[in-house]
């Protein structure tokens, strides 16, 4: 993240429900055109919280919300592209004014971290066709197409389909420290 206040990731708060709502649609709208069913989908950060997990990214400092994104609870689905042994993830949106300091990178490396910590093979997420600033973001962090799983429509668009294959758990075993001195 480039510089800029410290900011948090979080689980959102009830209370919060509806600044991240407001947050949601002011980021997807200030890019796109929003149909009104994918308005109110996007909106709807109440039925997500009550289903899935909202993340937020807060500045310590003020306690701003400058980010949000939507998991699955362990176990769960958000969509059809998840397979068993993948976390999908949906929504992530910055606020406008946020933007340009990795707010969108650290939600989305949340949601990496999020997925190695539940043992998933594979972070999943579909994307517009018109997103392109978030396909570069995703791309960059080492996210590629998923072409054989761009079967959902949206709006009259297909959405695109971008895999993260995480990397196997290392495992360690302790060395002894080399010392220096005496000849054994």
Known sequence: ???GPEVVVRLVE????????????????????LSE????????????????????????ATG????????PRVGGRLSELARDDEVDFRLLAVAPHARGRGIGELLTRHVIALARAR???????????RMVGAHRL???????????RETRFVDGATL??????????ITTTTVPPLTQGAPA
């Open 14 to 33: 009830p209370h919060e429900i509806d600044d991240v709502s407001r947050l949601s649609v002011e980021a997807y709208a200030h890019d796109y055109t």
């Open 138 to 148: 995703y791309q960059r962090l080492g996210f590629v197409r998923l072409p054989e």
């Open 64 to 71: 701003e919300l400058v980010g949000t994104v939507a998991t």
């Open 160 to 169: 695109l389909a971008f895999g993260y294959d995480l990397e196997p758990a």
């Open 119 to 129: 043992g998933a093979r594979r972070v999943v997420m579909n994307s517009g066709p």
């Open 1 to 3: 993240m480039s510089g």
């Open 37 to 60: 069913g994918y308005r109110a989908s996007v909106a709807d950060v109440a039925g997500r919280a009550r289903e899935h997990e909202v993340w937020v990214a807060q500045e310590v």
